[in-house]
């Protein structure tokens, strides 16, 4: 008999064979797999009995990472109903667009956070919500008949290049996308994760399903806080750390980063916004384990690549600091003019697409922006990269962030890198700014150390000396901390509308 392929199949099994292990710990709460399935079974109760939820409705939730956020990925697909986690940093008006858009049918939000008012139904965590779970049967909800192909989840893009879009990700998808992530990266039972990537952000990179399943340990971290994380890691003995780039930065400024046992650490992946190779070798050096990249997108549920070094081959520091290889389901290729895969030379640049069973079905309601993202077979990810002639993917740019400057196409992510090699540069960004002459010249955004000093000019021919003169960017701005989306990306779009201080 062939079976459905489900994220559900990952709690059944953690509830059958892990039922006293403690699998989730947030704060004082330490819950074993037989609690956390039975809590995920009244939510599924409460959703169909007391809040009408019917199969196929939307469900959204507006909190930071905790054990109620951790329940909602299966009791709400046990209710047969569609996950939608909110961004938490967004504005309420960016929220009820949104619910909206989605047309949710209810939303559970925790009372720190804003009120996006509007005719959806509410359930505030805590009391409230503690109260309809209880008020809810023991046991397990009758068993849904399953569509592997429908849409278990939908994840709001960042927005960090447009309007956001909400991307419908399957059960297959997240299913197999769990596998193979696991399996890539060679998880195991045995792994303790902080979840330090919010799980409105693509589930926080999968890790709610593949730690599920594998029996591995949830650590809740509500808000990233650099002092609770390596409290934490010292205190729960945290095994992985997934970060990006901002994070890896924050911690290894804070104080107690010395005074910490962080000896727990095996791994820990950095992704989200490409790394630079300086921080990803201070990041190996004083977390004293190894560090390697990733990649992804929403539209992909979302782990593309993972920098590991190939089996039979002596490790590599470099090919770590690379965007990495397709893992692991992923067929991910750099294909230029006329979609011919570009030459394994590492200097030419094309487009990154992807065939996968981790693909999104599709953006919610938005036909024409599918069928676009979506084209002959491959998704479209906009981001542009090289490939090494090991078959390592470099990414360099995104294509709607490609500098043109007298006709030839500048990299922002080529400056970044260059300027993360100065030592007073904590933080950078380039973004193309108009100019009579040359259509568009970089201008870069620099964010210092604390207690560093560097002039605009030092940077700049800090920049000229290694690169063509046409890169270096034209202007050098200092700036207390660079604007990000929800997810932690740089966010380009609020960089062009800074304006420039004066004589810039």
């Given at each position: ?7 559900l ?8 064979l892990?039922?006293?292990r403690?699998g989730?710990v ?37 909190c930071?990472?905790t054990h ?11 209710a ?11 504005a ?7 619910l909206?858009?989605c ?5 559970f939000r ?5 009120d ?9 965590l805590g009391?409230p919500h ?9 046991g397990?909800?009758?068993?849904i008949e ?13 927005g ?10 399957t ?7 769990a596998i193979?992530?696991?399996?890539t ?9 902080l979840?330090?990537?919010p ?5 926080g990179w ?8 594998l ?5 809740m971290?509500?808000?990233f ?6 409290r ?11 970060l990006?780039?901002?994070m890896?930065?924050t ?8 005074a ?17 190779p ?38 590599s ?19 230029g ?24 079905a599709?953006?919610w ?11 002959d077979?491959?998704?479209r ?9 090991d ?12 500098i043109?400057?007298?006709g ?7 400056i970044?890198?260059?300027?993360a ?10 973004v ?10 970089p201008?870069a ?21 290694r690169?063509?003169?046409f890169k270096?960017?034209r ?18 779009p ?11």
């Amino acid at each position: 008999m062939e079976l459905p392929l489900t994220p559900l199949d990952l709690l059944a099994r953690a509830r059958r064979l892990f039922p006293d292990r403690v699998g989730v710990v947030d704060g004082d709460l330490r819950c074993t797999y037989r609690e956390f399935a039975a809590r995920c079974d009244r939510m599924a109760w409460a959703l169909r009995e007391d809040l009408g939820v019917q199969h196929g409705d939307r469900v959204a939730w507006l909190c930071g990472n905790t054990h109620e956020l951790l329940e909602a990925y299966f009791g709400v697909l046990l209710a047969g109903a569609v996950l939608v986690p909110l961004n938490i940093r967004l504005a309420p008006p960016e929220l009820r667009s949104m619910l909206d858009d989605c047309d949710a049918r209810v939303l559970f939000r925790h009372p720190d956070q804003p009120d996006p008012a509007g005719p959806t139904p509410q359930v505030l965590l805590g009391e409230p919500h503690e109260q309809l779970l209880a008020a809810q049967p023991d046991g397990p909800t009758p068993p849904i008949e399953v569509d592997e192909r429908s849409v278990a989840e939908i994840f709001y893009t960042s927005g960090s290049t447009g309007t956001p879009k909400g991307a419908m990700l399957t059960h297959r998808g997240l299913y197999l996308h769990a596998i193979h992530s696991a399996l890539t990266n060679g998880l195991g039972g045995e792994d303790v994760i902080l979840h330090t990537i919010p799980l409105f952000h693509v589930n926080g990179w999968g890790t709610p399903h593949y730690v599920t399943g594998l029996g591995g340990v949830h650590v809740m971290l509500p808000r990233f806080d650099a002092a609770n994380v390596l409290r934490l890691v010292e205190a729960e003995r945290i095994t992985r750390l997934f970060l990006v780039p901002a994070m890896a930065t924050t911690l290894l400024q804070h104080p107690d980063m010395e005074a910490r046992d962080l000896s727990s650490l095996v791994q820990i992946s950095i992704g989200g916004a490409p790394t630079p190779p300086p921080l990803l070798a201070e990041v190996e050096e004083r977390f004293g384990c190894t560090a390697i990249c990733g990649y992804g997108m929403t539209e992909s549920s979302p782990t593309l690549t993972r920098s590991l070094d190939k089996p039979g081959e002596p490790p590599s520091a470099a090919r770590r600091a690379t965007t990495g290889l397709p893992i692991l389901g992923a067929d991910v290729r750099v294909l230029g003019a006329g979609d011919v895969e570009v030459p394994w030379d590492g200097a030419t640049t094309g487009e990154i697409c992807v065939r996968s069973n981790h693909v999104m079905a599709g953006y919610w309601r938005a036909p024409d922006e599918s069928a676009a993202a979506l084209r002959d077979g491959w998704l479209r990810t906009g981001d542009v990269a090289t490939v090494s002639a090991d078959g390592y993917l470099t990414i360099v740019d995104r294509t709607k962030d490609l500098i043109v400057s007298g006709g030839e196409n500048v990299s922002g992510v080529e400056i970044e890198k260059v300027l993360a090699e100065h030592p007073a540069v904590l933080d950078s960004a380039v973004v193309g700014t108009p100019d009579e002459r040359w259509g568009e010249v970089p201008r870069a955004y620099v964010v210092l150390r604390p207690g560093a000093s560097a002039s605009p000019d030092e940077l700049r021919m800090h920049v000229r000396d290694r690169l063509a003169h046409f890169k270096a960017p034209r202007d050098v701005i200092l700036i207390d901390e660079l604007p990000r989306t929800g997810t932690g990306k740089v966010s380009k779009p609020a960089l062009r509308e800074l304006k420039a201080p004066p004589g810039v």
